[in-house]
């Protein structure tokens, strides 16, 4: 009697234990982008959700072209990033099962307080690099099919302006994060385009400036997509969907809204 006794606590024990365990190892993986992670708004939101949910998010932050590709191979559970027609091309064949809304901001176009292009203080994004263009000025690009590499490209489209063909001269492409790229337009007086989040996040401006802001077509939506699990029977649907619909929902979009740096608000939330 003792030793069945003894045995039955220990398979009592063992299911206890396990249970603990797979609470202890459940998350899941958002394939994101950089702004989202080097402003802080994720370590401001994340936290919450987490100890609602008992799920762990874990982030992998990169450009969001690499974030759609390491989702489309099943590397995550969940995308949020900022390049809506990316986005929508992702849901579209397959990989994604519904993109939303999740909240805004705008790009900037940042550049020295010498202003070689003599840019500083217009409101329309084309016409100011169509003039960097013409006055062949220093300009940092991203270069890396992230959200802000995606949109920076359209304006050089919408001007005219072949980028491929000035790449190495007044275009320099630095193939890496908006940190990175803001360093380089720093050190060589150079313009560039970032999300004004990681814009006011950034610490070392030297004498960059903001130069154009305010037009419409520098407009940043964000979407949050599940990852389709027909595609990649690995995805965990059941807490990548209580993650989103927490982010969409009013506890999530309240957290957006009250992360703030310097007193200024970095992100606006618009889910519907």
């Known amino acids: 009697m003792f030793e069945t006794w003894i045995k039955a606590c220990a398979v009592a024990l063992a299911i206890v234990g396990a249970g603990t365990a797979l609470a202890a190892e459940e998350f899941i993986v958002v394939q994101s982008t950089t702004s989202t992670q080097n402003s802080g708004l994720l370590d401001h939101i994340l936290p919450a959700f987490e100890a609602e949910s008992g799920i762990e998010v874990r982030v992998v932050a990169v450009g969001t072209g690499q974030a759609i590709k390491n989702a489309t191979n099943g590397d995550g559970d969940v995308l949020l990033v900022h390049a809506k027609a990316a986005e929508e091309k992702f849901v579209a064949e397959g990989w994604g099962v519904q993109r939303f809304d999740v909240m805004y901001n705008d790009f900037v176009l940042v550049g020295p307080a010498a202003d070689q292009a003599g840019i500083k203080g217009g409101a329309d994004v084309v016409a100011a690099m169509t003039v960097i263009a013409k006055a062949q000025a220093p300009f940092a690009s991203r270069g890396d099919d992230s959200g802000t590499h995606k949109a920076e490209l359209r304006h050089w489209t919408s001007a005219g302006v072949d980028v491929a063909a000035a790449s190495g001269g007044w275009y320099r492409e630095t193939g890496s994060g908006m940190g990175a790229t803001l360093n380089l337009a720093a050190g060589m007086g150079a313009y560039a385009l970032t999300d004004r989040a990681t814009w006011i996040a950034f610490a ?18 964000y979407g949050v997509i599940l990852v389709n699990p027909e595609k990649h029977p690995g995805v965990k649907a059941k807490a990548g969907q209580m993650f989103i619909d927490w982010l969409i929902g009013s506890d999530g979009q309240a957290a957006i809204a009250s992360f703030t740096l310097d007193g200024q608000q970095l992100f606006f939330p618009n889910a519907r």
Do not use: C
């Open 204 to 221: 070392n401006k030297g004498d960059l400036e903001i130069m154009v802001e305010g037009d419409t077509r520098l407009f940043n939506q």
